[in-house]
């Protein structure tokens, strides 16, 4: 039993996802992974947010959904994919479903949509 609870205590230290270690970008990193090697974001706001203005490419998938709807992720699960929310706090939980659904290049933007208007990168209106 001592080994069984020291093997599990070594595995949840160690992994990315529990310790909280999910890579992050910056809202530029964000911009020129998008042109330079397709990265996918992931707007994880709700719908509102979403109709009132969001970065152009982007997939639109709330967090609430986002367990539900990760098949439509799959063809990009070994390419980056950048999740992004109003300030980063929903993307990171939503980087991390993404991880433990098999992700391999999984990044949450800092900051969210609020760092990327700050940034002056473009945002698409509806």
């Given at each position: 039993?001592?080994?069984?609870?020291?093997?599990?205590?070594?595995?949840?230290?160690?992994?990315d996802i529990f310790a909280g270690t999910?890579?992050?970008?910056?809202?530029?990193?964000?911009?020129?992974?998008?042109?330079?090697?397709?990265?996918?974001?992931?707007?994880?706001?709700?719908?509102?947010?979403?109709?009132?203005?969001?970065?152009?490419?982007?997939?639109?998938?709330?967090?609430?959904?986002?367990?539900?709807?990760?098949?439509?992720l799959a063809k990009y699960q070994n390419?980056?994919?950048?999740?992004?929310?109003?300030?980063?706090?929903?993307?990171?939980?939503?980087?991390?479903?993404?991880?433990?659904?098999g992700f391999t290049n999984v990044h949450?933007?800092?900051?969210?949509?609020?760092?990327?208007?700050?940034?002056?990168?473009?945002?698409?209106?509806?």
């Amino acid at each position: 039993m001592k080994k069984i609870l020291l093997l599990l205590s070594s595995l949840l230290s160690s992994s990315d996802i529990f310790a909280g270690t999910l890579p992050s970008v910056s809202p530029r990193q964000a911009a020129e992974m998008q042109t330079q090697q397709k990265a996918v974001i992931v707007d994880v706001r709700e719908n509102d947010e979403w109709n009132a203005g969001h970065i152009a490419g982007a997939i639109h998938i709330p967090l609430g959904e986002i367990q539900n709807r990760v098949t439509e992720l799959a063809k990009y699960q070994n390419q980056p994919v950048i999740t992004q929310c109003r300030s980063g706090s929903r993307s990171a939980k939503a980087a991390e479903l993404l991880k433990i659904a098999g992700f391999t290049n999984v990044h949450n933007m800092d900051g969210g949509l609020n760092a990327w208007q700050k940034a002056d990168l473009k945002v698409q209106q509806n």
